[in-house]
């Protein structure tokens, strides 16, 4: 999908388009918890586990999962797609989500690892791997290496950003004067 033609160009540009609009009608499925909606945004093939296949297994897994705090609000930013091919692509999304689990107001920053996939001219999402920076109360800083502060959830969210990303380490790597100096705790 990367030629010149207009044609092709023009392919491209409504692929992004679609796949942008993955992203948003995901957060806002979720935010209404509207399992209908948020079943068709993935494809047929994409697995759940126990939970089944496509469509039917995404309402079975996020049924539960949705049940699990009372509001939530997902903020969409940075979508970056890369690797746009005919009916394949790969991406990522930054977001700040944020629930309310009882009497905790919890903010997730992460960011989705994405594949999607276009299966009778439409757009879906073939998995999406989230992956953290932070997760706890928004008016505590982070203070460790481990910034999974959700109470009762502690070991569901594994914060792995920055330091999972390779340009990351190489880049701390290069400065360890500076890295030292910039993490150091009061």
């Not at 992004?16 to 992203?23: K, P, S, V």
């Not at 989705?112 to 008016?139: K, S, T």
């Not at 505590?140 to 390779?166: I, V």
Request: glycine share 8%.
């Amino acid at each position: 999908m990367g030629g010149s033609n207009l044609e092709e160009r023009l392919a491209r540009v409504e692929a992004q388009l679609a796949i942008h609009q993955l992203a948003a009608r995901y957060a806002r499925a979720v935010d209404s918890r509207n399992l209908a909606d948020l079943g068709e945004l993935f494809a047929p093939q994409t697995r759940f586990g126990e939970h089944g296949t496509g469509p039917d297994g995404a309402r079975a897994f996020y049924g539960p999962v949705l049940a699990g705090f009372y509001r939530s609000f997902h903020q969409i930013v940075g979508h970056v797609i890369a690797d746009i091919e005919a009916d394949s692509a790969r991406g990522t999304v930054y977001c700040r989500a944020e629930h309310e689990d009882g009497d905790n107001w919890i903010v997730n920053l992460m960011v989705y690892f994405d594949r999607y996939v276009r299966v009778d001219g439409q757009w879906h999402f073939l998995g999406r791997r989230p992956r953290f920076l932070f997760v706890g109360d928004p008016r505590e800083a982070p203070r460790s290496l481990d910034f999974n502060k959700w109470p009762g959830r502690e070991d569901r969210f594994a914060c792995e950003l920055p330091q999972s990303d390779e340009s990351w380490s190489d880049y701390w790597a290069q400065r360890p004067d500076e890295r030292d100096r910039v993490t150091s705790l009061p």
